[in-house]
């Protein structure tokens, strides 16, 4: 629970809650049904084959190269998240303490490293359970600010069902449009494939229960994420919610990144900006008292009434949208950083701006507890592949355990930088939460799809299985380049095209190889 607890949970899933609502909770549905299919199959399976890394099997089961070949693939996607990983809470340090960017990225990144290089994977699992204490009080203490931060004719009930009028409180959409990201069925079953991709093939989650005491172990510690992610999930969500509702009677920026703001202030753009602002801040306070009305009127159960207030309000959020729209493209225009988007500052800048200073420090911590813990799982395991299926396969093959334990405190070390490297221009990418799962979902599909060759499929081949897992990177490649289908569905076509893929150049009963024919 720990390490999949990230910073980017914390900032990217809170600001995802601010700008959208409660709909990412669908993207957890297929977890728990995930969780049993691995706990019946793959947990069990991975034991009993004696294997330090998840690619290692493959070997046994087909041959090097495909080996070789997901152990590089799951370096690389693997590599680019534990970047993004970095890059939230780096946001928020650079906002505490008035610090650049990079600055900060190495200041997590690098202590991180040094204790993961250090302790290995005992360190990095006994840090994440104390870790995960610290995350879970900041979370709560900052809900229950926000609930108080309320106006005192304001009850939670009545700011709630404002909120509801933007549609931040709907969490299940059944609409089926593969264009559309968050939908109970891009959940169930994108979601499915993504979640059996990540705890199924995923070296940083299969050394969880490779590292387990038994069998009944690893299942257990699947099965208990799988159950309690999704509320925990909801909650942080929420969390966003509520700062979106705390805004709706507080004066919010304008803009969320400070460095931004104070750049458009002082910059060839001033007198534009200050014009805007202030439209910003006339068109707030006329939303503020309809706000105010629609819950009152909630309250008192005026139907009429309800429809009147609800009416002015979205159209005077639609008028504050607008106006923020404008203020980001004087962004893009200054810095020509056409991706830009503050939503990963939502949280941030709420925490150091309307918190004590004793709950900022809370907060703080539990951000950086929740990079931390999820930072050092990654170096680890992005560590044991390398050795392991790259450096002890292929090159030295025949050293002494010191070796080894050498060589993987430098590939530690060497992914800690590639790491702080990709978190520089992370944040440039939108809304973190979805930065991730965007890369992992490149990969996950066609890695998951060679598993399910190698463990469902008796006749597949080793031919069928590399050239498959090619051949599903190449289709999701281009489905991702040229469609706009969502993400979620790009594991969806990875898997189902190395599966075919593998399946025609299976072996027949007799034993000959289908592509011998």
Same mark, same amino acid.
């Not at 309320?150 to 009930?157: A, G, K, V, Y």
């Given at each position: 629970?720990?390490?999949?607890?990230?910073?980017?949970?914390?900032?990217?899933?809170?600001?995802?809650?601010?700008?959208?609502?409660?709909?990412?909770?669908? +993207?957890?549905?297929?977890?728990?049904?995930?969780?049993?299919?691995?706990?019946?199959?793959?947990?069990?399976?991975?034991?009993?084959?004696?294997?330090?890394?998840?690619?290692?099997?493959?070997?046994?089961?087909?041959?090097?190269? *495909?080996?070789?070949?997901?152990?590089?693939? +799951?370096?690389?996607?693997?590599?680019?998240?534990?970047?993004?990983?970095?890059? #939230?809470?780096?946001?928020?340090?650079?906002?505490?303490?008035?610090?650049?960017? *990079?600055?900060?990225?190495?200041?997590?990144?690098?202590?991180?490293?040094?204790?993961?290089?250090?302790?290995?994977?005992?360190?990095?699992?006994? #840090?994440?359970?104390?870790?995960?204490?610290?995350?879970?009080?900041?979370?709560?203490?900052?809900?229950?600010?926000?609930? +108080?931060?309320?106006?005192?004719?304001?009850?939670?009930?009545?700011?709630?069902?404002?909120?509801?009028?933007?549609?931040?409180?709907?969490?299940?959409?059944?609409?089926?449009?593969?264009?559309?990201?968050?939908? +109970?069925?891009?959940?169930?079953?994108?979601?499915?494939?993504?979640?059996?991709?990540?705890?199924?093939?995923?070296?940083?989650?299969?050394?969880?229960?490779? *590292?387990?005491?038994?069998?009944?172990?690893?299942?257990?510690?699947?099965?208990?994420?799988?159950?309690?992610?999704?509320?925990?999930?909801?909650?942080?969500?929420?969390?966003?919610?509520?700062?979106?509702?705390?805004?709706?009677? *507080?004066?919010?920026?304008?803009?969320?990144?400070?460095?931004?703001?104070?750049?458009?202030?002082?910059?060839?753009?001033?007198?534009?900006?200050?014009?805007?602002?202030?439209?910003?801040?006339?068109?707030?306070?006329?939303?503020?008292?309809?706000?105010?009305? #629609?819950?009152?009127?909630?309250?008192?159960?005026?139907?009429?009434?309800?429809?009147?207030?609800?009416?002015?309000?979205?159209?005077?959020?639609?008028?504050?949208?607008?106006?923020?729209?404008?203020?980001?493209?004087?962004?893009?225009?200054?810095?020509?950083?056409?991706?830009?988007?503050?939503?990963?500052?939502?949280?941030?800048?709420?925490?150091?701006?309307?918190?004590?200073?004793?709950?900022?420090?809370?907060?703080?911590?539990?951000?950086?507890?929740? #990079?931390?813990?999820?930072?050092?799982?990654?170096?680890?395991?992005?560590?044991?592949?390398?050795?392991?299926?790259?450096?002890?396969?292929?090159?030295?093959?025949?050293?002494?355990?010191?070796?080894?334990?050498?060589?993987?405190?430098?590939?530690?070390?060497?992914?800690?930088?590639?790491?702080?490297?990709?978190?520089?221009?992370?944040?440039?990418?939108?809304?973190?939460?979805?930065?991730?799962?965007?890369?992992?979902?490149?990969?996950?599909?066609?890695?998951?799809?060679?598993?399910?060759?190698?463990?469902?499929?008796?006749?597949?081949?080793?031919?069928?299985?590399?050239?498959?897992?090619?051949?599903?990177?190449?289709?999701?490649?281009?489905?991702?380049?040229?469609?706009?289908?969502?993400?979620?569905?790009?594991?969806?076509?990875?898997?189902?095209?190395?599966?075919?893929?593998?399946?025609?150049?299976?072996?027949?009963?007799?034993?000959?190889?289908?592509?011998?024919?």
């Amino acid at each position: 629970m720990a390490t999949q607890l990230s910073a980017i949970t914390l900032v990217g899933t809170t600001g995802q809650g601010y700008a959208d609502g409660m709909r990412f909770t669908q +993207f957890y549905f297929g977890l728990p049904v995930a969780m049993i299919i691995l706990s019946v199959t793959v947990v069990p399976f991975f034991h009993r084959s004696q294997v330090y890394t998840a690619y290692e099997y493959l070997e046994q089961r087909f041959d090097l190269r *495909t080996r070789t070949l997901t152990s590089a693939l +799951f370096l690389v996607s693997r590599g680019l998240s534990c970047g993004v990983i970095i890059a #939230a809470p780096a946001v928020i340090l650079s906002i505490v303490l008035d610090w650049n960017l *990079t600055v900060t990225i190495l200041a997590i990144g690098v202590p991180t490293t040094a204790y993961t290089m250090i302790g290995g994977i005992q360190a990095v699992t006994w #840090a994440d359970v104390r870790q995960i204490f610290v995350i879970i009080v900041g979370v709560g203490a900052t809900v229950l600010t926000l609930v +108080f931060g309320f106006p005192d004719d304001i009850s939670l009930e009545q700011a709630l069902h404002v909120a509801g009028t933007t549609g931040r409180l709907r969490t299940i959409d059944f609409t089926f449009d593969l264009n559309e990201t968050y939908t +109970f069925w891009s959940g169930m079953i994108g979601g499915l494939f993504l979640m059996l991709s990540y705890f199924g093939c995923d070296q940083s989650q299969v050394q969880r229960y490779l *590292t387990a005491k038994s069998v009944n172990d690893g299942r257990h510690s699947l099965l208990m994420s799988g159950f309690v992610k999704i509320p925990l999930q909801a909650m942080i969500l929420f969390t966003g919610v509520l700062v979106f509702v705390f805004y709706l009677f *507080t004066p919010p920026p304008m803009l969320f990144n400070p460095v931004h703001d104070s750049q458009l202030r002082t910059g060839s753009k001033a007198l534009a900006y200050a014009e805007l602002e202030e439209e910003f801040t006339e068109i707030f306070h006329r939303r503020r008292e309809a706000a105010r009305s #629609a819950a009152m009127m909630s309250a008192r159960g005026d139907a009429e009434g309800i429809t009147q207030t609800h009416t002015l309000f979205a159209a005077l959020d639609t008028e504050m949208n607008s106006v923020r729209q404008k203020a980001i493209s004087f962004v893009k225009k200054v810095t020509g950083d056409q991706n830009y988007n503050d939503i990963n500052y939502v949280f941030p800048t709420f925490v150091t701006t309307q918190l004590p200073i004793g709950l900022v420090g809370l907060i703080v911590a539990a951000i950086f507890a929740a #990079a931390m813990s999820s930072i050092s799982s990654e170096l680890n395991a992005l560590s044991t592949a390398t050795v392991i299926d790259i450096y002890k396969r292929r090159f030295r093959s025949h050293k002494k355990d010191k070796h080894y334990l050498l060589v993987s405190k430098i590939a530690t070390g060497i992914w800690g930088g590639f790491a702080c490297l990709v978190a520089n221009f992370a944040v440039t990418l939108g809304s973190l939460i979805e930065v991730v799962n965007r890369f992992g979902s490149f990969f996950y599909g066609s890695l998951l799809g060679v598993f399910v060759l190698a463990i469902g499929v008796r006749t597949s081949t080793s031919r069928g299985a590399f050239w498959g897992l090619i051949m599903g990177m190449g289709v999701v490649a281009t489905v991702a380049l040229l469609t706009n289908i969502s993400f979620l569905w790009h594991n969806v076509v990875g898997t189902v095209t190395v599966v075919c893929v593998g399946f025609a150049l299976r072996k027949d009963r007799s034993g000959v190889s289908k592509e011998g024919h």
